[in-house]
């Protein structure tokens, strides 16, 4: 296994900028995985864990590992309650190398990690389940935690005009599963909706998620006088965890009876999982 690296002090040439503009434009962060690699899986011998290839962009630096890297053995858990130890991806700044690492935890809580751009950096690509007295790991002890690439989820393009009637409820008008990465990250909601009626009222949008956390919210004019009536909705949140659905929806709001609001013309709807 060779783990290649560009970005440190030494030569520097057209094959090494390369290198870090294309992968820190997938990533769009200070540090992440740009191709899916460097997943940690449980190997056959003592408390053995495997890490695949990979290419990463991580503050600032290019690394790639060619094949796949063997943590020959976690340390013994002496402890009465499970461990938690990181497998890091370490860049040391004090001998220019990139190498995949353990950071150890304790028994019952898990090690903080060094994040220094320019001294030491600690990218998490697993967390490991270390119980008392194991002998060996299974792919059940690990759980990734490595940071996403820039993944924006976009949803665009003309729709069925749809009319929502003066009592209608939030209408979903599309949505998009995001993975849970094992690690916090932040949600970059954008949304446009335009809606095409003459009518008293409001039209409103949402951008949701799965348990009716509102992440963006947005509310159109007074659709009383003509032409189309643009709704934008945008949002950061920050610290979110775990899987989620997040859906973009739209009702009629103040209308009187009898009224309706008519979604039409486009749409564009995205969603954007960056590293915390």
């Known amino acids: 296994m060779t783990i290649t690296t560009a970005g440190f002090d030494g030569a520097f040439n057209e094959t090494s900028l ?10 769009g962060y200070k540090h992440g995985v740009s191709d899916g690699g460097f997943t940690a899986t449980a190997g056959g011998g003592t408390r053995q864990v495997l890490v695949s290839a990979g290419t990463a962009f991580v503050a600032g630096v290019y690394v790639n590992s060619d094949a796949s890297t063997t943590l ?11 461990r938690t130890d990181y497998v890091v991806l370490r860049l040391d700044w004090s001998t220019n190398t990139a190498s995949i690492a353990v950071v150890q935890g304790t028994s019952g809580a898990a090690p903080a990690l060094t994040q220094t751009a320019g001294t030491l950096w600690e990218m998490p690509l697993a967390r490991v389940s270390v119980a008392p007295s194991a002998t060996t790991l299974t792919n059940a002890n690990i759980t990734a935690a490595k940071p996403l690439p820039y993944s924006p989820r976009v949803l665009s393009g003309a729709v069925a005009p749809t009319t929502l009637a003066y009592n209608a409820g939030w209408t979903t008008v599309g949505s998009f599963a995001v993975p849970d990465p094992g690690w916090p990250y932040h949600l970059d909601t954008q949304a446009l909706v335009r809606f095409g009626t003459t009518a008293s009222g409001f039209g409103s949008v949402q951008v949701v998620d799965d348990a009716g956390t509102v992440l963006a919210l947005g509310e159109s004019a007074n ?3 003509t032409g ?3 709704v934008v909705a945008t949002g950061l949140v920050t610290n979110q965890t775990g899987a989620k659905t997040v859906s973009l929806q739209a009702k009629p709001t103040g209308m009187s009876t009898g009224s309706s609001l008519i979604l039409q013309f486009g749409r564009r709807f995205s969603v954007t999982q960056l590293p915390a």
């Open 72 to 82: 020959a053995g976690l340390a013994a858990n002496a402890g009465s309650s499970a």
């Open 228 to 230: 189309t009536h643009s």
């Open 223 to 225: 659709l009383s006088t």
């Open 18 to 27: 390369s290198r870090i503009l294309t992968t820190a434009g997938i990533v």
